[in-house]
């Protein structure tokens, strides 16, 4: 009785809510990931705010309508493709003389744009922590519909 | 503190799963309160959001699974070795604490550099951010390698299908 | 000193839970409290008194700030942390699936 009230979603009052705040949940994470070197946050704490807004819609609507938002191919292949960005904007260091070299321009202090390729990496990062909890919830949930609708 | 101290000792013996892990929630949640007590807001962030993570995920797991306690022999024994065990750690732990600096006044040889330094050599004003994105980035590396295989982890064991149509086909170099 | 030792005792009371409880959410739950007892241990090393967050902000004079490298340490444990705590709820769930049981004495009994 309650796996398909899982299944299906939860009730009217919390669907209503919950698609206000998706938003506003998304736009925040976004935020704190942006600003990661002039505000406290940085890119685990923003991507693991992006993953929970995609978590909520998953849980208020149910598994259908989340699965339209980001398919499983796509949330497989950004988080590899999370993974290799990284790697690679490492290797770009190689030009200024060492790994990991800061090579871009400082622009000046306290601005967006500012500290060279720092929020290049918070981005990098929060992409890959948000596709991977979604990548881990995704299964944990999945698995145990599975394993209940086959009578265990 | 002692308030988490309460918290903990609570979770630890409510035989309910669903109360105990309501319990670590709240722990957690001290434990958020006491590092922006303590001025570190980046942890404050981090922390708060992952505690909410490993809840929903705990309370996934635990929510119609309870189980009843059943103690079998020997349990005064058990119970009377694991408390004889924790007092002589918390002895010797104590020994160590008078070796540390008191409380509040750290000895800042390594930071000394970054304080003063840090923001003109990477030019972030967030210090934190730019240490460990700038200044030891190798072990944020780590870390997103640490992520990655977690989840091939989590989807390597929640597998289901077996793997039947990778053997059907004979090996051809039977000759 | 004494918010020292209430750390240890925190630590203590996660490793009493790992040792002697039979259900594996108990011990999972003794992980995250050790876990979380350890990472306030290392930001209780870098408080400084009348200290201010490691920010700079525009156009003041920071004169003492708490000490940001511990704190860069254990934001990423608090990361790893997590990922612990999934992998362990993950392989605790396939259990359940196998054995229909939780009490890990009964585990050990059951083979196959």
Redo the contacts between chains.
């Keep these: 009785m309650t796996n398909s009230d899982n299944l299906k979603g939860m009730t009217l009052i919390v669907k209503t809510v919950s698609r206000l705040t998706v938003g506003l949940i998304m736009l925040f994470g976004i935020y704190i990931v942006v600003h990661g070197h002039v505000a406290p946050g940085g890119g685990f704490a923003g991507g693991v705010i992006i993953a929970l807004s995609f978590i909520l819609l998953m849980l208020a609507f149910g598994k259908e309508k989340a699965l339209e938002k980001i398919p499983k191919a796509v949330a497989s292949f950004l988080e590899g493709f999370g993974a290799l960005m990284f790697l690679g904007l490492a290797l770009l260091g190689f030009s200024g003389g060492y790994f990991f070299a800061n090579v871009f321009g400082r622009g000046e202090a306290f601005k967006l744009f500012s500290a060279g390729e720092i929020p290049l990496y918070n981005i990098i990062i929060s992409i890959k922590v948000c596709t991977g909890l979604f990548a881990i919830f995704l299964v944990l949930v999945l698995l145990k519909f599975e394993s209940k609708l086959k009578g265990k | 503190m002692f308030l988490m101290i309460i918290c903990a000792v609570l979770a630890v013996e409510i035989k309910d799963l669903f109360s105990s892990v309501i319990a670590v929630g709240a722990v957690g949640l001290c434990l958020c309160v006491i590092f922006l007590i303590l001025k570190a807001p980046d942890l404050a962030i981090t922390q708060l959001v992952v505690e909410v993570l490993c809840l929903m995920i705990l309370i996934r797991a635990t929510i119609r699974r309870d189980l009843p306690f059943s103690t079998s022999g020997r349990w005064f024994f058990n119970t009377f070795i694991t408390i004889i065990f924790v007092a002589m750690f918390l002895s010797l732990g104590s020994f160590c604490l008078k070796e540390l600096p008191s409380f509040g006044h750290p000895i800042m040889k390594v930071s000394k550099f970054y304080l003063d330094q840090g923001a003109k050599i990477s030019g972030a004003t967030n210090l934190v951010s730019s240490i460990m994105l700038d200044f030891r980035v190798y072990d944020t590396f780590g870390e997103a390698t640490i992520l990655f295989t977690a989840v091939l982890a989590v989807m390597t064991v929640m597998r289901r299908r077996a793997r039947k149509d990778v053997n059907e086909p004979e090996p051809k170099d039977d000759q | 000193?004494s918010?020292?030792?209430?750390c240890?005792?925190?630590f203590?009371?996660?490793?009493?839970?790992v040792?002697?409880?039979?259900?594996i959410?108990?011990i999972?739950?003794?992980i995250?409290?050790s876990e979380?007892a350890i990472?306030?241990l290392f930001?209780?090393?870098?408080?400084?008194?009348n200290?201010?967050?490691?920010?700079?902000s525009?156009g003041l004079e920071i004169k003492n700030?708490?000490?940001?490298?511990p704190?860069?340490?254990?934001?990423?444990a608090?990361?790893?942390?997590?990922?612990i705590?999934?992998?362990t709820?993950?392989?605790?769930?396939?259990i359940?699936?196998k054995y229909g049981?939780?009490?890990i004495?009964r585990i050990r009994r059951l083979k196959g």
């Design positions: 000193m918010a020292y030792f209430l240890l005792v925190l203590a009371i996660g490793l009493y839970c040792v002697r409880k039979r259900n959410i108990k999972i739950i003794g995250m409290i979380y990472n306030l930001i209780l090393f870098a408080y400084r008194k200290g201010r967050a490691p920010l700079f525009e700030m708490v000490d940001p490298l704190q860069a340490v254990v934001s990423t608090i990361v790893i942390g997590l990922a705590t999934v992998l709820v993950a392989i605790a769930l396939r359940y699936e049981t939780f009490d004495t």
